[in-house]
């Protein structure tokens, strides 16, 4: 019952993770296109805020429940097949970019809207987009990862 509960809360910080990163990149973002830049910055700023919240959950919820998960259903990493090992690799990858995005670009960000500095800004939401970018692959190529090997691939 407990594994049940753990793998469960690992997969809704998977899916609220990867799903609203993809949501972003793929719907909000070109949706924004039809506002002027400023109108378009106070949106992501919102959106962004509200969405690295629940990334700041569902991230310690991931990494918890894979690791309960990995020691008490595989009996640690020598008894895991290479998807756990590559969901491993991957979250350690995904959660270190969340934190260089949102000690970096994130907070650059937040000042340059603060000091009311637009091309700043537009610049610092550049690399909040690649930064997203790279980790909406890295969580895609997690959940692929992860189907394939639980399916004996």
């Given at each position: 019952m407990?594994?049940?509960l753990l793998y469960v809360?690992?997969?809704l910080g998977a899916v609220l993770w990867v799903g609203g990163m993809a949501f972003a990149l793929l719907a909000l973002r070109p949706a924004l296109?039809?506002?002027?830049?400023?109108?378009?910055?106070?949106v992501h700023e919102g959106a962004?805020?509200?969405?690295?919240?629940?990334v700041w959950h569902?991230?310690?919820?991931?990494?918890?429940?894979?690791?309960?998960?990995?020691?008490g259903w595989y009996g640690g990493f020598a008894g895991a097949g290479w998807h756990i090992h590559a969901m491993h690799?991957?979250?350690?990858?995904?959660?270190?970019?969340?934190v260089a995005l949102f000690t970096g670009p994130w907070k650059e960000f937040r000042a340059a809207q603060?000091?009311?500095?637009?091309?700043?800004?537009?610049?610092?939401?550049?690399r909040i987009r690649q930064l997203v970018a790279m980790n909406l692959g890295l969580g895609l190529l997690t959940v692929a990862a992860s189907a394939w090997g639980r399916f004996g691939g």
């Open positions: 407990l594994g049940k809360l690992h997969l296109a039809a506002l002027e830049p400023p109108q378009r910055l106070l962004l805020r509200r969405f690295f919240l629940i569902a991230m310690p919820v991931l990494l918890l429940t894979g690791y309960a998960l990995l020691f690799l991957t979250a350690i990858i995904m959660a270190g970019v969340f603060a000091a009311g500095d637009r091309p700043k800004a537009a610049t610092a939401m550049d």
